[in-house]
């Protein structure tokens, strides 16, 4: 069943065309990467998922609702169900590990006492359960991308949204990270939306590869995983 | 699914609405009342003007003084922002402060400083003092810090790294002209417009000066003849000024926002063994544009007798001063913060559009369309309370918070703001959770600016103040006919601290925020 669905969608920013009559459908679960150069429009397609941006032509449907229609976004961004982490993380530097985490869920009227159990099974989850009090700019850059990843799930989203977020980081630490959000996914069942212009963590990560090319994909090729775990 | 009006759509029309309030709406009924006389249209004020013998001539003069003083800012002002923002010059930091305390105090001050410099040198040195060259001098010493701090805005944010490309190939100078200069030119010309502007619609210091120009037919018409439409059609030509200047910005401008970085980065010029030989030159002229009048106008204010005296005839307005211009930068603060996150992504050209005209209109103006609105017996709880001087400080100044406040905005990534609407959070909560925590020092920046401007501001304080009411630069202006000098010299001085410690507080303010969040 297609959780996702993109059907001739165009995107223009002033004259550039980013995305031209892209159609997508991405199954329940699925863990699809977005592969290609800069400029091939990987990033636009999160944020139009996201209703971060309004497509100018096309649909979009998220669990066969239509999210987003010509020129209009018809559900916002925080009624989609959907997590992000961003190319730059993102989190907010005034606020602690924990507050990043519980902003979102007491916005969405969690109870505190069960909002507070949530963020710490996530924060145990990423293995930063003892680094709750610190502030991001205390954090070491593989921990600062666990964060962004703890806080784009600990609201259980069903779709999960990433911009190149470990792009920064050398191969090992990306191994390993990677490891932990196949893992993630596995327990929460997330259909994930994954961009990237390299091919070590198409590798690791994809179900399926989506090559972006020319304003919209220019292959599919379905394969497992081939990580070592 | 019925339409639902967002909490964000509501704040932004309250914003503008209390941005056409104090400022739009007064100007229209200005210029509507210009061309409308006796239950219909007619031009009568404007033939009576024109033909006037006195019109062309104070027309002239206006035009004169504000583009004598423009060039001799740019003289001084482009060089010395080239100095501070690029090169090693030794007490560039404490220059570039002492040069700027002039644009903080009123403008008579520097003027009411010289007259006293002229008092020792002796009756004759008076002769120049007073006319086109005193004025030029003391309104060049008043609005050299705003050529100086935007120009060295602009060279501040040219990228380094261009520049050292460039000095891979030649020298600074070459440099300087061909890469800093070029980029920097639109900040440089806006500030060039801005002190022309600025000094078309000054009252205070012609009038001290007995320079005629235009402000002072319209002031005079307006408070002496209390001839309304005569004050309106002169002063119609200064507003239009103001509008064609303004339009002129936003042709050079566009987009552009200027942030305050650290004047070490990119730095260009090593003056060498020239380093303290510009030193002197630029002590110089702090000591010649600064130090002389102020010191010349403060040297009689520190008797224990004048000081007592000075709190005695004026405590009061000091206390209304300060409260006043308290009140008017925490609305303006409030106001220039929402129209900057509210215009992030569109309609910001408009507003900084409409708040500049607001900023460029003479005060003059402004006071007299904001009494021919508010004079009526329906709305006198406007008229005849402080409220009005406040509409008239929440208009000239909104410009000023709304641009350091986009600065600031400028500073923080659009993601932080993504990534919480993605967790669900409203538009309110993303404003006080995450805008309002990580600009707290652009916001300590923009009340202590609105408040410096609210403080020394003569023409609002003159012609808007309720009766009995009067701030104290208004209230200076008064006693200077018959009060004696150590009492004036006090007044001043008591006035200097209380926009100057401030300052100190904005200096270390800016200095944190050089480092971009």
């Known amino acids: ?229 | 699914m019925g339409r639902t009006v967002r909490a964000e759509t509501i704040v932004l029309w309250l914003c503008l609405a209390v941005v056409a309030i104090a400022g739009l709406a007064p100007i229209a009924v200005m210029a509507f009342e210009s061309v409308w006389h006796e239950g219909h249209f007619s031009l009568n004020h404007y033939r009576e003007l024109i033909s006037a013998a006195r019109y062309w001539p104070l027309f002239g003069n206006s035009i004169r003084l504000a583009l004598a003083t423009t060039a001799l800012c740019g003289l001084i002002g482009v060089p010395t922002g080239i100095l501070f923002a690029k090169s090693d010059l030794s007490l560039r930091s404490g220059f570039m402060w002492l040069l700027t305390v002039p644009f903080v105090l009123p403008p008579y001050f520097v003027a009411l400083g010289w007259s006293r410099v002229v008092a020792h040198l002796g009756a004759t040195s008076s002769d120049w003092l007073f006319g086109f060259g005193g004025c030029v001098l003391v309104l060049s010493s008043v609005f050299l810090p705003i050529t100086m701090l935007l120009t060295f805005a602009s060279a501040s944010n040219v990228d380094g790294r261009l520049e050292e490309a460039g000095r891979l190939a030649s020298r600074w100078p070459t440099v300087l002209r061909r890469i800093t200069l070029p980029l920097s030119a639109p900040g440089i010309l806006f500030s060039l417009v801005l002190v022309f502007l600025l000094v078309i619609g000054e009252l205070s210091v012609p009038s001290f000066l007995r320079y005629p120009v235009l402000p002072v037919l319209s002031f005079t018409q307006f408070a002496a003849s209390y001839n309304f439409g005569a004050a309106t059609a002169a002063a119609v030509p200064l507003a239009a000024l103001a509008f064609l200047g303004v339009l002129i910005e936003s042709a050079l401008l566009q987009n552009r926002v200027f942030t305050f970085r650290s004047v070490r980065r990119g730095l260009l010029i090593s003056l060498g063994r020239w380093k303290h030989f510009f030193a002197v030159i630029v002590g110089l002229v702090s000591i010649a544009l600064v130090i002389l009048p102020l010191s010349a106008l403060f040297a009689d204010a520190f008797s224990l007798t004048a000081l007592h005296n000075a709190v005695q005839r004026a405590g009061a307005s000091v206390v209304r001063s300060v409260m006043y211009s308290a009140i008017a930068a925490t609305i303006l603060m409030t106001l220039g913060f929402l129209l900057g996150h509210l215009t992030r992504d569109r309609g910001q050209r408009l507003v900084n559009f409409l708040t500049l005209v607001l900023f460029a209109i003479p005060g003059t103006v402004l006071s007299i369309g904001l009494v021919r609105l508010w004079n009526s017996p329906i709305t006198w709880f406007i008229y005849t309370t402080p409220a009005l001087l406040i509409l008239g400080y929440t208009a000239q100044y909104c410009a000023v918070t709304t641009r350091l406040s986009v600065a600031g905005f400028f500073l923080i990534p659009k993601t932080l703001d993504e990534a919480a609407r993605l967790s669900g959070a409203s538009w309110a909560r993303r404003l006080f959770r995450i805008f309002v925590p990580l600009s707290t020092k652009t916001l300590i920046c923009a009340w202590l600016a609105a408040y410096i401007l609210c403080l020394r501001d003569v023409p609002l304080a003159l012609m808007t103040a309720p009766p009995g009411g009067d701030p104290l630069p208004a209230r200076i202006l008064t006693l200077m006919a018959n009060g004696s000098p150590p009492l004036i010299a006090s007044l001043c001085l008591i006035m200097a601290m209380a926009s100057i410690v401030p300052l100190a507080i904005l200096a270390r303010a800016i200095r944190a925020q050089a480092i971009p969040a």
């Open chain 1, 1 to 229: 069943m297609n959780h996702i669905e993109l059907d001739g969608v165009s995107k223009t920013f002033g004259e550039r065309i980013v995305l031209n009559d892209l159609s997508l459908q991405i199954e329940k679960a699925e863990r699809l990467v977005l592969f290609g150069p800069s400029g091939s429009g990987k990033t636009t397609v999160l944020r139009l998922l996201a209703g971060l941006e309004v497509p100018d032509k096309g649909e979009i449907r998220i669990a066969d609702r239509i999210v987003a229609s010509s020129g209009k976004n018809l559900v916002p961004p925080e009624k989609r169900d959907v997590g992000m982490v961003f190319q730059d993380l993102a989190l907010w530097p005034h606020m602690t590990v924990q507050q990043n985490l519980m902003f979102g869920l007491t916005a969405r009227r969690v109870e505190k006492r069960e909002a507070e159990v949530r963020v710490r099974e996530m924060l145990r989850l990423v293995g930063l359960e003892h680094r709750m009090e610190a502030k991001p700019h205390e954090l070491s850059g593989g921990e600062q991308q666990r964060v962004a990843l703890a806080r784009a799930l600990v609201s259980r989203p069903s779709i999960l949204l990433m911009d190149e977020p470990l792009s920064s980081l050398e191969d090992e630490r990306k191994r390993a990270l990677a490891s932990d959000l196949l893992n993630l996914q596995s327990r929460f069942g997330f259909t994930l939306v994954y961009v990237t212009h390299d091919q070590t963590e198409t590798d690791l990560l994809a179900s399926r590869v989506c090559r972006m090319r020319d304003l919209q994909p220019a292959d599919q090729i379905n394969g497992a995983t081939r990580i070592v775990r």
